[in-house]
């Protein structure tokens, strides 16, 4: 069955340092993999998607996230963090039919001064 | 171009009540899938619905059911509402010839 795993509820970093949230996987079929942000009382955001093809994947507001197989691996990185980037931060795999987003349980993110 | 829309944005319903949610997709898009995400938890896939009918279903009971009009837009009904039904509840719209979800703002539902 498909599962997501977020390690880490919060992280806390500081303004224009790397920012790294983890997310592993687990699935039965190749998948399709996804990072949400979600900012106090909204929506989500597609920050970025891997399908096929390129393992690095780059997304919006200079986020990218590395597919590694071998690790079932999705992590998120930022080179710089900013304030607008607190949020809270969510990875996602496909259902086995590709019908659902299975999510995981959310990165708090907290960037200070 | 909108994207998807949720109405209303906020609801307090007593237990026991009935609530029903709208959504009205993305332009283009003519799948919509409902979501609940309870506070500090990632969201959780109630059900899909495709050409008005229900195509696949998560883990939720009969209480929760659905919707959708040849317009492509969608309902999620819930009965006999629970206080733990207090969520926020997300509309996601995709197209049947593509790949990608996108969100609406949500309904907050409160239960008391």
């Known amino acids: 069955a498909q599962s997501v795993t977020q390690l880490g509820s919060h992280v806390s970093v500081s303004e224009g340092a790397l920012v790294l949230l983890r997310c592993n996987y687990s699935?039965?079929?190749?998948?399709?993999l996804f990072w949400y942000v979600q900012y106090p009382n909204q929506g989500l955001q597609l920050l970025l998607k891997?399908?096929?093809?390129?393992?690095l994947v780059k997304g919006i507001n200079g986020f990218e996230a590395e597919f590694k197989k071998s690790e079932t691996s999705f992590h998120l990185t930022k080179p710089s963090a900013h304030m607008s980037d607190a949020a809270e931060y969510f990875c996602a795999v496909t259902n086995q039919a590709g019908t659902a987003l299975i999510f995981g349980k959310g990165t708090t993110l907290s960037v200070s001064s | 171009d909108a994207g998807v829309t949720q109405s209303p944005t906020h609801l307090i319903k007593t237990r026991g009540q009935q609530v029903t949610l709208r959504c009205s997709p993305k332009?283009?898009?003519?799948?919509v899938s409902w979501y609940q995400q309870a506070l500090g938890q990632g969201p959780q896939f109630i059900f899909q619905y495709y050409e008005e009918e229900e195509r696949q279903r998560g883990n939720f009971p009969d209480r929760f059911s659905g919707h959708q009009f040849p317009n492509y837009s969608s309902e999620l009904n819930v009965n006999a509402l629970l206080l733990g039904d207090s969520a926020l509840y997300l509309c996601?719209?995709?197209?049947?010839?593509?790949?990608?979800?996108?969100f609406g703002s949500g309904t907050r539902l409160t239960v008391v």
């Open positions: 332009s283009g898009h003519d799948t």
């Open positions: 996601a719209s995709s197209s049947s010839t593509g790949f990608g979800y996108t």
């Open positions: 699935s039965s079929v190749p998948p399709y």
């Open positions: 891997y399908t096929t093809g390129a393992t």
